[in-house]
């Protein structure tokens, strides 16, 4: 396990400047076993910590209910990057970044690219400040190397689980991605959203490998959810409360096609949308997913009807080609 910067400096001095008095610690899943530490470093620095126990899976997800529930007032969250804005609430997200090596990994990366002159590079928030290093690598080894900035997210070269607009884009402009990070799940958004091939230097295992054959598997996989709702006549529209996964208009629009297409639908809102939680309406028999794509596409065999992008349920209505879904990208609009 690698350390991760958590900047305990900037932590207590923004606690001093905001003259914060209770702050809630929000963390994602592997982060939480530093919480007691975290939460001893805030007591000391004067106010009182409160360790939010829920899950936690991105930025999308800040606790700015439970701040406002418990009278907190600073939300420090971390391991992700900001994302949500809300100007009447103090959060401060902590990026975390990891302390680890990442030549080992392009090492075992560059007899992959060996066929590609020119390389898109793309990371998580975690391994971001490794990209210019990376990029000198890659150069030393006589590749071309550009990092896209899109505009969207905090970093050039950054992915999230939602937003691949940064390899996107320059994929005009590469042969393949090298993806610097652990998981295949960014990768293969960014298989997914580009059409190029995706390799991953993995530094946590110190090894590299191709994404391209999951990517084409998972497609498959959503052609085959979407053939599954083919007959479906009433449809639960999900919408995620989470403060960046509420997207309202995209459910709103999911209806109005569904209704335009002589089927029936119901809006459904919810924080955590589980196999269980949705188990208790049988009256539905698909879904439309409007709140985190990782939702329909992670582990799609565990919900019981088929639970479909927005996209995806256009191209089950006729209003967009499986193709131009493709170009599109599964899930963004
Ligand atoms: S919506 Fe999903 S993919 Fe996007 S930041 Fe949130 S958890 Fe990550």
């Not at 100007?87 to 590609?116: F, M, R, V, W």
């Not at 029936?264 to 939680?277: C, K, Q, V």
């Not at 409007?290 to 639970?307: E, M, N, V, Y």
Request: a negative charge; aromatic letters at 8%.
């Amino acid at each position: 396990m690698p350390s991760f910067d958590f900047e305990e400096q900037r932590i207590v001095k923004e606690i001093q400047r905001l003259n914060a008095k209770r702050v809630v610690l929000q963390m994602p899943q592997g982060l939480k076993p530093e919480a007691a530490k975290l939460a001893k470093l805030v007591e000391d620095a004067g106010a009182v910590a409160i360790i939010s126990s829920d899950p936690c899976y991105g930025a999308c997800d800040i606790a700015l209910f439970e701040a406002e529930s418990l009278g907190a007032d600073l939300v420090l969250h971390f391991g992700h990057s900001k994302m949500v804005r809300d100007d009447n609430a103090h959060a401060i997200y902590i990026e975390t970044h990891a302390k680890i090596d990442i030549e080992s990994a392009l090492q075992q990366a560059l007899p992959l690219l060996i066929d590609y002159k020119t390389v898109g590079l793309t990371t998580s928030v975690q391994h971001i400040t490794t990209l210019t290093s990376a990029k000198q690598f890659l150069e030393t080894a006589g590749k071309a190397v550009l990092i896209g900035d899109g505009g969207q997210l905090a970093h050039a070269g950054q992915v999230i689980g939602c937003n691949y607009s940064n390899p996107k884009a320059v994929a005009d402009q590469v042969d393949a991605f090298l993806f610097v990070g652990g998981g295949i799940f960014h990768a293969l958004g960014i298989a997914l959203g580009t059409g190029k091939p995706v390799i991953i230097a993995d530094p946590y295992d110190s090894r590299a490998y191709s994404i391209t054959d999951e990517a084409q598997k998972l497609l498959k996989h959503r052609y085959a959810s979407i053939m599954a709702a083919k007959d479906a006549k009433t449809f639960g529209i999900l919408i995620g409360v989470k403060p960046g996964q509420k997207h309202l208009d995209h459910a709103l629009k999911a209806k109005a096609i569904a209704e335009k297409t002589g089927r029936t639908a119901y809006l459904m809102a919810g924080r955590e949308i589980t196999p269980d939680a949705l188990m208790e309406f049988p009256q539905f028999d698909a879904y439309v997913n409007t709140a985190c794509p990782r939702i329909s596409l992670d582990a799609p065999g565990k919900f019981q009807k088929p639970i479909l992008t927005v996209n995806e349920f256009m191209v089950l209505c006729g209003e967009i080609s499986w193709n131009d879904m493709i170009r599109k990208g599964l899930f963004e609009n």
